[in-house]
């Protein structure tokens, strides 16, 4: 691949977060969390935080950024099809990351008096992407490098939220395999192949 080159226009680049669990034996999520941290956009960056845990009555996207929340839920949300693909009230928050990369990062999530914390534990090397987004948006190429975790936490005001890492089959057309629910992606950049 070595002088390869690609025509098209960056859309993001960034990371994404997505933590997303189950308790035994349920279809729906006890807690979902998908954070973007971006780095590039048109709306700039910042970092905008999708969560919804139901026993907690969170259902939100948080934002440092307004602009930015806008344009990621018109551009990385909309007719995707996943959970957070729904009107939700936008809620400006401070948004932080905290520990290891390598081991046992972290993001807290702080607004209304609130306080939510997502966590990994990294124990697999990084699968390395290039192709289709695992969404199948036409014309949209991406590269990351994906961090699969099972071992997860989500809390909010220091209790955590019940249920575990689970499989998906969203992964099978892009990385070839289904995954876990929980993972992280660095170095994410996705293009418009259509310019």
């Known amino acids: 691949m070595s002088g390869d080159t690609i025509q098209g226009a960056v859309q993001w680049s960034g990371e994404h ?3 997303y669990l189950r308790r035994p034996g349920e279809a729906e999520d006890s807690g979902s969390f998908s954070l973007y941290h971006t780095r590039y956009s048109s709306a700039g960056e910042g970092t ?8 907690a009555s969170i259902d939100a996207v948080y934002a440092d950024s307004a602009e930015l929340a806008e344009w990621t839920i018109e551009n990385m949300i909309r007719g995707r099809g996943n959970q957070f693909d729904r009107e939700m009230k936008v809620v400006e928050a401070c948004l ?5 990369v390598r081991m046992q990062p972290s993001w807290t999530v702080e607004a209304n008096g609130r306080r ?8 697999d090397p990084a699968v390395i992407h ?18 699969f975790t099972y071992e997860t936490a989500l809390a909010v005001d220091g209790k955590v939220v019940e249920g575990a890492p689970y499989t998906r089959d969203i992964w099978r057309a892009s990385v070839g395999g289904d995954r876990s629910s929980c993972v992280f992606a660095l170095a994410e950049t996705t293009i418009n192949l259509q310019v």
Do not use: C, E, H, K
């Open 130 to 147: 290039w192709g289709p987004t695992p969404s199948g948006v036409p014309n949209m190429q991406i590269f990351s490098l994906l961090y």
């Open 96 to 100: 932080t990351r905290q520990g290891d």
């Open 116 to 123: 939510i914390v997502s966590s990994w534990t990294v124990t």
């Open 48 to 55: 905008v935080a999708f969560v919804t845990i139901p026993d």
């Open 17 to 19: 977060w997505i933590n």
